[in-house]
């Protein structure tokens, strides 16, 4: 049995302690809570082996306040000769609970293989394999050549504006040559990227009017009825008709998709605390989000210009009809090539670790290989860490144990073919 395979099973027990720590510290986001605390958990266990610790707070960006200040741990360890920087990132976030648990979301349960708890699998399971994977190495390799990393950083379900994006823009991947994501794509599989995404506000406008007598006003409602009419009848068909030579997982997601995430109109809502009755008027705005998801054979000005002429033909058609469109949020698609030196390395390790040849995905979301690919313009990025993507965000999220030690074995490995230019060898001697 080689070596590293010896070290990290050594280090199951501890594997299991890190990930159930890590899960009980509740890092909800929004609004972005206990992140300084899992940053501060993060450094007293890797300081004190030899790891330079660096906090960092991504001041100004999107979400950071007082109350809630976007920390970030940047870990490296510093081998005996030059060489090659390999950078671990994974997102210390985790979204709200949610409803539908049987067990405490924090609580960090352990039942037979699996943990229990928000962030279980998305993505703390994959910061402590990649945490293990790199200390069992340092631990048989002390005198590596090269550089590793490992960031645990804020705010991915979000944006990642707080957290990879604000370390991109100041430099923090200017020296890296190699990056994982152990984001939760199944233990066998590279992703190589992920689809583009839009997200925009569509609202329409309308006259106020006594509720009594709405033909004295205009519905905005009603406009956006129309709306979403036109996208059933022509937009949603015309997407499903285009399809994706990327490698796109589940296979709906290899046609373009657009999603009405959320709809508001009329008066607000006052919340559950008042108990009044509404008012009698007609709706004079109505407003829509929508989260359009474009691959990577569309072109971003094509997709906007497609919603707009839509619109246009209802307001040539409709008497009264008039919108805005605000832009949200945008990513262009992301795919890092197969012949990437950090593709061929996890391939080669995960046919090594489970004996089969590593599926290649793309994500039908984004993450935070985004901000590494445009604004750290480093190519050689991939997502590959334990967990079923499936579970992600769902109550009674988990992780499997065995999943992550063999995902810190290809870690470990990729460290190995990376850093010593070979498959490890027998351990050097003490």
């Not at 279980?120 to 090269?146: T, W």
Request: charged share 25%; proline share 7%.
């Amino acid at each position: 049995m080689d070596p590293l395979r010896l070290e990290i099973e050594s280090r199951r027990d501890d594997l299991i302690r890190l990930t159930q720590d890590l899960i009980r510290i509740p890092t909800l986001n929004p609004p972005g809570r206990h992140y300084l605390d899992i940053c501060e958990y993060l450094r007293a266990r890797l300081a004190p082996q030899g790891w330079d610790c660096a906090l960092v707070r991504a001041k100004g960006s999107p979400g950071d306040s007082e109350p809630f200040p976007r920390w970030n741990l940047v870990a490296r360890h510093h081998g005996a000769t030059p060489g090659a920087c390999v950078h671990f990132n994974s997102h210390h976030d985790v979204v709200e609970v949610g409803h539908g648990w049987t067990r405490d979301p924090f609580g960090a349960e352990i039942d037979g293989d699996r943990i229990h708890g928000r962030g279980a699998c998305d993505m703390k399971g994959g910061l402590a394999s990649s945490i293990i994977a790199a200390e069992a190495f340092v631990a048989l390799y002390p005198d590596h050549p090269g550089q590793i990393e490992i960031s645990a950083t804020a705010d991915e379900e979000t944006g990642g504006y707080g957290g990879v994006a604000y370390l991109a823009e100041h430099g923090a991947f200017a020296h890296v040559d190699h990056v994982i994501i152990p984001e939760p794509l199944h233990k066998d599989r590279i992703c190589l990227g992920h689809r583009g995404v839009w997200w925009a506000e569509i609202e329409t406008h309308g006259r106020i009017a006594h509720g009594s007598m709405p033909f004295l006003g205009d519905s905005a409602i009603r406009h956006m009825g129309a709306v979403l009419e036109e996208m059933e009848r022509s937009l949603f068909p015309l997407l499903l008709t285009r399809h994706s030579a990327m490698p796109v997982i589940p296979q709906g997601a290899r046609s373009p998709t657009l999603n009405i995430n959320a709809i508001h109109g009329g008066e607000p809502d006052l919340g559950p605390d008042f108990t009044g009755l509404p008012a009698a008027c007609v709706a004079d705005r109505c407003r829509i989000t929508i989260d359009r998801r474009f691959l990577i054979e569309e072109d971003l000005a094509e997709v906007k210009r497609e919603v707009a002429a839509l619109l246009d033909g209802i307001k040539a058609q409709r008497p009264g009809f008039s919108y805005e469109i605000r832009d949200l949020f945008e990513v262009v698609p992301s795919m890092t090539d197969r012949e990437a030196p950090v593709v061929r390395s996890t391939a080669a390790a995960i046919r090594r670790v489970l004996g089969r040849e590593a599926g290649y995905v793309v994500s039908p979301g984004t993450y935070d290989q985004k901000h590494i690919d445009r604004i750290g313009k480093l190519g050689n990025c991939i997502a590959y860490g334990p967990g079923v993507l499936d579970l992600a965000h769902q109550p009674d999220e988990w992780i499997g144990v065995q999943d992550m030690l063999d995902s810190a074995r290809v870690m470990a490995l990729v460290l190995a073919d990376i850093l010593l230019g070979d498959s490890p060898g027998p351990a050097p001697v003490a």
